[in-house]
Nanobody, 121 residues
């Protein structure tokens, strides 16, 4: 059974960088051909895909967030991380990590429980 757990600060000040880590257990983040995504849900809105890091370490980002987003991994800890720079209150959301097993389209089979991040001074 694969489990994902998000961790990081729940409160970030405007203009700062939001940093979250997803710790994966029960499966390796280097296993072909899985990919590991960050997804968020602002209050009252739908899910927004932010980006993904593939099993080989290649990152891909949402065009809308690409200029502010970085996804990296630590294979020794079986973790992958999200950094979102220059945050504003509009970045307030529940942030999820998830495993993507899709090929042509995204298909998520395991999710973290989500972590609330509030951007406020």
């Amino acid at each position: 059974q694969v489990q994902l757990q998000e961790s990081g600060p729940g409160l970030v000040k405007p203009s700062q960088t939001l940093s979250l880590t997803c710790t994966v257990s029960g499966g390796s983040i280097t296993t072909s051909y899985y990919a590991w995504s960050w997804i968020r849900q602002p209050p009252g809105k739908g899910l927004e895909w932010m980006g993904v890091i593939a099993y080989d370490g290649s990152p891909y980002y949402s065009p809308a967030l690409k200029s502010r987003t970085s996804i990296s991994r630590d294979t020794s800890k079986n973790q992958f991380s999200l950094q979102l720079s220059s945050v504003t209150p509009e970045d307030t959301a529940v942030y999820y990590c998830a495993r993507d097993v899709g090929t042509e389209v995204a298909e998520y089979d395991y999710w973290g429980q989500g972590t609330q991040v509030t951007v406020s001074s």
